[in-house]
């Protein structure tokens, strides 16, 4: 059999939270792939599932969370039959390799990942003598050579500094070097640009990008902001309360958005050439909570395209509507993309204004 060419392909994935409040379904029944040496953004608001997603690959989620249904199916070890991530125990030897050697992860925040009692090289060494059989000596040298290629400044003194005397920036580049280390083969990426100034965010945008192409890794990219997504992806997937609803070639999602969330999102952002009296558009509403999702497609309260009757009552599936692109909406259901003729209602009472 031949080897797969995705590193990862998430198959029905739900990941629920239960609550003395009730059930909360985070992720519920989201399916998608990642090549090898590609990268899919994974875009939507908070709350949306998607940091979720990025847990329940890397088994990190907590009780009261649980993974209680789906395949993740990680080609990263075995290419041709892959390994299914749910079924490893979250707590094994075997689980605890994988993150790191196989998968990493780089958070928003980087103090979520740095420990402000040693110093930036103590903690990338343990990584790597972690996960490598290398001397001491050698995880310095490695250390001092991840810090040279995230351009950190002068990285032997660089390594005896703790995270507290680094700035955001320099931070976020000390936690990027501790994830790559070990050479993963995917990286889950959560915001981890959201916290720093433009000027930073571009220069390690550039720097993953850069990495992933020496290192020929896959990453997969959180975040809620369209314009790194068009920087850095090239397939996306547009996740709203657990579910992806659309998903797409990066081109096809921005020349063609057919979701009405995802053409909200993308007309509520400014353009070059807008005029400055022009008012922004707005998604109407908020997201509703996930304790109470609405009946039918969790999208209608705020949906401009609303069809009473249908959208309310039935769950739209995710379907084809085009050579590869994939969106949930009944305007699609008939796969020729077409919108319906059905003169939309009043506008429905949104959750954020019941
Ligand atoms: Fe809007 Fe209906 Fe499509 Fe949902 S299914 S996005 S409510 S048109």
């Not at 009780?63 to 749910?86: H, K, M, S």
């Not at 420990?115 to 790597?128: C, H, R, S, Y």
């Not at 739209?316 to 077409?338: A, I, M, N, R, T």
Request: net charge negative; hydrophobic share 40%.
């Amino acid at each position: 059999m031949a080897a797969k060419s995705n590193i990862l392909e998430v198959s029905d994935l739900k990941t629920h939270f239960f609550t003395e409040q009730g059930v909360v379904p985070a992720v519920d029944g989201v399916s998608f792939q990642i090549k090898r040496g590609g990268t899919l953004g994974v875009l939507g608001e908070s709350g949306c599932g998607k940091s979720v997603t990025g847990f329940s690959i890397l088994r990190l989620v907590r009780p009261p969370g649980e993974i209680v249904a789906g395949q993740i199916l990680y080609y990263g070890r075995d290419a041709v039959n892959g390994d299914d991530l749910a079924q490893i125990d979250a707590t094994s030897e075997e689980m605890r390799q994988m993150r790191g050697s196989e998968i990493a992860m780089v958070f928003q925040e980087p103090m979520t990942s740095l420990d402000p009692l040693f110093t930036v090289g103590n903690q990338i060494m343990e990584a790597i003598l972690y996960h490598q059989d290398v001397s001491k000596a050698e995880a310095r040298k490695i250390a001092i050579e991840m810090l040279d290629k995230v351009r950190m400044p002068q990285p032997r003194e660089m390594i005896k500094k703790y995270p507290h005397q680094l700035s955001g920036g320099m931070r976020q580049r000390v936690v990027i070097a501790m994830a790559l280390s070990c050479r993963p083969k995917l990286l889950i990426a959560d915001e981890p640009t959201t916290a720093l100034d433009v000027t930073t965010e571009a220069q390690i945008l550039e720097l993953m990008r850069e990495l992933q192409e020496e290192l020929g890794m896959a990453i997969m990219f959180i975040t809620h902001d369209l314009g790194v997504i068009a920087e850095m992806a090239e397939e996306v997937a547009v996740m709203y309360l657990g579910k992806v609803v659309e998903q797409s070639d990066i081109e096809s999602l921005f020349t063609d958005p057919q979701h009405p969330y995802t053409k909200a999102l993308m007309q509520s952002i400014p353009k070059v050439g807008q005029k400055a009296e022009g008012r922004l558009e707005t998604i109407r509403g908020m997201v509703p909570s996930p304790r109470n999702i609405p009946t039918g497609c969790p999208f209608h309260p705020r949906c401009a395209s609303f069809m009473q009757g249908i959208c309310d009552t039935k769950l739209p599936q995710l379907k084809q509507s085009k050579p590869g692109h994939w969106v949930s909406c009944f305007l699609y259901e008939d796969g020729g993309g077409s919108h319906s003729s059905t003169p939309p209602p009043a506008p429905p009472q949104s959750i954020g204004e019941g």
